[in-house]
């Protein structure tokens, strides 16, 4: 919308240890857990309009798994590895070690319950073996510490990477709060390796019993990505072009994965190749609850955003996730509550406006009127252009929050409300005909400026709206406006009567998305990426349907493609 090309590129976690347990306790292979709920995901995006340049699914691409290997071996080549014997946690019962999703402790650092790797509720790391009251989460029972053989990243060789990182990228005060108490620290050495059957296999003699870490994995995973995208778009250029030259990447992911994209990743980059630059932008979010707990599939509380979306409206639930975003803390969904948006916001404070709108513009002759603007159009105008400046804000990386572009947007319909309430008094009156016609002249301004700013969130409506009222072209495609236009005089108008949101509404769905990936085309088996996922597949995600085709209207001079994580949270 600001003449910039952006790409968008995701992927699942396929060979995160989750998948693994979530296999195991389904009597399952983790590939077929992987692809299923993969499937899942992809459904979910369709439904709800979102389409990516690049959807990968790691497990099923060879392409894939050989560039992480070769990265792999970069780094044993350059001793940016190191193998070392450390006592690690063995479970008995279960007769193996227990590391990341199979290890549940206290965190060491904040006491809350924890698994191996990460603590999601502070944020920093853990070695497993360093958690409190350790248990193996498959049987409960408390592991012995066993001698165990792996390769080590040393971090704090490479801490100058993380440094340039934090002091360069964009991030929320949050998430700079978290890396700046890392980074007060020696950083702790990072297990490259682990003792699984499920993942990547280790490049390197003596390690047939070993798989690369999930999460080591996951920072040559974007350039992996990268890697798959040329070929998926028929561009020339390699995955080193956006991360050597002039191209702005920006990540986005959950607070639990602050310390990996921000520390640990740069680090990484560094040893395999100080060329590469780091992001410009980190956009992060918190945990998202469901009816005040956290998502669990295995605990069956979840809603699946693609059943979710069969019986809802893909516009209602991406401007409602919007607004209660979890972007400075956690925040919550219940249905009562989206429902609540849906009648009393849309239908009733939007619709309300629209529908009345759309009647009047019929008895004015179904056109924008040629009229002179009444004496109060300047400033209602401004306020028009005020909002658009801090959605602009809103929609760009240093300021990007859904949350409050979607509140600005409802801000526009009522600012447009109060200005027909102060000109109702013109109607039905001879000598106030032109300040009527000017006046709604004024609110079809308004009008199409809701089409505009409301496009990234709510695409289908949007682009209705843009239509009807008598724009050329997918409102996706028009050019953003710092400065609002008024409608050009005699353009027909066929605004709806009947509204936007109400339901079982004929041709309101979203048009279909662009192709997410080279899958759709049916390639070469090598490179199919159909199924990404995590073993907990995709749950509604606040953000993530929220921002996922958000443009920047930050003014840049470059592309950007966007490598973007997402996790079901």
């Not at 899958?519 to 199919?528: F, S």
Request: negative net charge; glycine residues 8%; hydrophobic residues 40%.
């Amino acid at each position: 919308m600001i003449g910039e090309r952006a790409t968008y590129i995701s992927a699942g976690d396929d060979h995160q240890s989750y998948v693994a347990r979530m296999a195991k306790q389904e009597g399952r292979d983790p590939a077929t857990v992987a692809a299923e709920n993969g499937a899942r995901i992809r459904e979910s995006l369709a439904s709800a309009g979102i389409s990516l340049d690049l959807f990968a699914s790691p497990a099923q691409s060879p392409r894939y798994s050989g560039f992480i290997e070769r990265f792999f071996r970069t780094l044993l080549d350059r001793d940016a590895l190191e193998e070392r014997t450390t006592d690690q946690p063995f479970c008995i019962t279960c007769d193996r070690f227990a590391f990341e999703a199979h290890l549940r402790g206290r965190c060491s650092h904040c006491d809350a319950e924890s698994d191996g790797g990460i603590c999601e509720a502070c944020g920093k790391p853990n070695a497993g073996a360093d958690l409190i009251d350790p248990a193996c989460v498959t049987c409960g029972g408390t592991p012995e510490r066993r001698p165990l053989r792996q390769l080590w990243f040393p971090l704090e060789r490479y801490r100058s990477a993380a440094e340039f990182t934090f002091a360069c990228a964009w991030l929320n005060p949050r998430a700079r709060a978290l890396v700046a108490e890392l980074l007060a620290q020696p950083l702790p050495d990072v297990p490259a390796t682990q003792p699984a059957e499920w993942g990547i296999a280790v490049p390197a003699s003596g390690y047939d019993d070993q798989r690369i870490s999930a999460w080591f994995e996951l920072g040559p995973h974007y350039l992996a990505l990268t890697d798959l995208l040329p070929e998926a778009r028929g561009n020339p250029g390699g995955w080193q072009t956006p991360w050597t030259g002039f191209d702005n990447v920006v990540q986005c992911f959950g607070f639990d994965s602050i310390y990996f994209h921000v520390v640990l990743f740069p680090a990484i980059f560094q040893a395999f190749d100080p060329r590469l630059r780091p992001p410009i932008g980190f956009i992060t979010n918190e945990f998202f609850r469901l009816d005040g707990s956290k998502f669990s599939t295995s605990r069956g509380h979840a809603l699946w955003a693609g059943a979710f979306l069969r019986e809802h409206d893909a516009d209602a639930l991406r401007f409602h996730l919007a607004r209660v975003a979890p972007e400075i803390e956690q925040t919550n969904f219940t249905l009562d509550e989206f429902e609540a948006t849906r009648r009393d916001e849309l239908i009733g404070i939007w619709d309300d406006w629209l529908k009345d709108l759309a009647k009047r513009c019929e008895a004015a002759g179904g056109m924008v009127p040629l009229a002179p603007a009444p004496r109060s159009a300047p400033l209602a105008l401004a306020r028009l252009a005020s909002l658009f400046g801090d959605l602009s804000h809103c929609y760009s990386v240093q300021g990007f929050s859904p949350s409050r572009a979607a509140h600005l947007l409802s801000e526009i319909v009522r600012v447009a409300r109060r200005f027909r309430a102060e000109h109702a008094v013109f109607d039905g009156k001879p000598a106030s005909a032109l300040e009527a016609a000017g006046a709604l002249a004024v609110e079809l301004a308004f009008a199409r400026g809701l089409a505009l700013a409301a496009a990234p969130i709510l695409p289908g409506f949007a682009d209705r709206l843009w239509r009807d009222l008598g724009e050329r072209g997918a409102v996706a495609e028009a050019r953003w406006e710092l400065l609002p236009a008024m409608p050009t005089a005699g353009t027909a108008i066929s605004l709806s009567t009947t509204g936007y949101f109400e339901p079982a509404r004929p041709g309101s769905e979203p048009a279909p998305p662009e192709p997410t990936s080279e899958a759709e085309t049916t390639p070469p088996a090598d490179d199919i990426e159909t199924a990404p996922s995590e073993a907990e597949g995709e749950p509604i995600d606040a953000n993530a349907e929220a921002r996922a085709e958000a443009p920047s209207p930050a003014e840049r001079t470059e592309p950007a493609p966007r490598a973007n994580r997402r996790r079901a949270r």
